[in-house]
C-alpha cells in the first residue's frame, strides 16, 4: 500500500519554530510579533499564505518581499530548533516501512525544508518527500503547487505505481481533506495536529484517529 503523510501537524510539531520565524520576519519589517496560537490558526496553505496572514496590516510590496524573505532565511537555518515527532510516531513509522508499504510526504512547506526534516528525523524510513516548488516534470507547469492542489499526491502515486484503491493520504487539516478527494484517495485526519475536531469534521473528515496506533489499525 502507499501510505502518504502530511508533514507539520501529522508527523512533525513544528509550529513553536514556525512561530519562531515569523516572528522574526515581523521584526525585520518592524510589525509587531505573533502569538504562537495566532500562528496555529494562520497555517496550512504555505509559507507565503502564512507570512501574509501573520502581517498585521496592509504592508507595501517591498516590506512583504522583506517578511518573506526574512522568514525564509531563519526558517531554513532554524526550522528543527524545537521541532519533535509527535509521540507514536517514528514506531508507527518503522512499522510500516517493515510491512513492505511504500512510504511518502506531500507539505505545503518548502520543498528543501520538507526533505531537510524528513532526512533529520525520519532517515530511510521515508523516501520520498515533496514539498511546495519542488521541480517535478511530471505536473502541470513542472513545479508542484501547494495543497489543495493534488499534484505532488498524483506525483507519488505515478512513481509507486500505485491508484487510488492502493493509496491514503494522512492529515491534520480540511487543506489535507480537499487534497486527497482531488486526487481520489481516502483521507484519514488526526486529531493531534494543528486544527480541532469541529473544524476538521465540518471539512469533511470521515476516518478520524486519536493515535499514531489506530492507523496502524486502520491500515491492518
Known sequence: MTIIFDLDGTLLDTLDDLTAAVNHALRTIGRPERQREEVLRFVGNGIRALVQRSLTDEVGQADAARAMTAFTDYYMAHCADLTKPYPGIPALLRTLSEEGHHLAIVSNKVDAAVKALNKQYFGSLIPVAIGEGA??????????????????????????????ADTVYIGDSEVDIQTAAGAGVPCISVT???????????????????????????IK
Open 192 to 218: 493531534w495536529g494543528f486544527r480541532d475536531l469541529p473544524t476538521l469534521t465540518a471539512a469533511g473528515a470521515t476516518t478520524l484517529v486519536n493515535t499514531p496506533e489506530e492507523i496502524l489499525k486502520i
Open 135 to 164: 521541480p517535478l516534470p511530471l505536473v502541470e507547469g513542472g513545479i508542484v503547487r501547494a495543497k489543495p492542489h493534488p499534484d505532488a499526491l498524483l506525483a507519488v502515486m505515478q512513481q509507486f505505481g500505485a491508484t487510488p
